[in-house]
């Protein structure tokens, strides 16, 4: 995993509704393809976005058949689109990926 830090301004929001991103624990799903977004309220054509940290509900697109078909919640961990951390830094990874959580939020893998 490379992490790249650049001097540039840049919006927090990334991976829009309908994306699909990488699974980065050991559930067994190897893709997430990102239905909606926790807390977005929603403005007239505007996609729902989410950047590291967010809440989104998920399903599985590739992986074990347990977990597809079924809507998860997940949390964004890393995102290709840099952003501004509150020292000053701004940083973004190789490739867009989230984990899967249960309703507290906690890992469902390890």
């Known amino acids: ?5 650049e ?11 309908g994306a699909v991103i990488n699974c980065a624990d050991n ?9 909606s977004v926790k807390g977005i309220k929603g403005r007239l054509n ?11 509900m ?10 597809r078909k079924k809507v998860h919640p997940a949390v ?7 952003y501004r951390r509150k020292d000053g830094v ?4 190789e490739d867009n990926a989230g984990v899967i959580v249960n309703n507290k939020g906690e890992m ?3």
Do not use: C
């Not at 559930?27 to 239905?35: P, V």
């Open 1 to 5: 995993m490379e992490v790249h830090l």
């Open 7 to 17: 001097p540039s301004s840049a919006s927090h929001w990334v991976s829009q509704m």
């Open 27 to 35: 559930t067994g799903a190897k893709n997430l393809y990102i239905i």
């Open 46 to 56: 505007r996609l729902p976005a989410a950047g590291v940290g967010d809440m989104v």
């Open 58 to 67: 998920a399903t599985v697109k590739k992986g074990k058949p347990e977990l």
């Open 76 to 82: 964004v961990i890393r995102q290709r689109k840099s």
């Open 90 to 93: 701004f940083l973004y990874f």
């Open 108 to 110: 469902k893998g390890s």
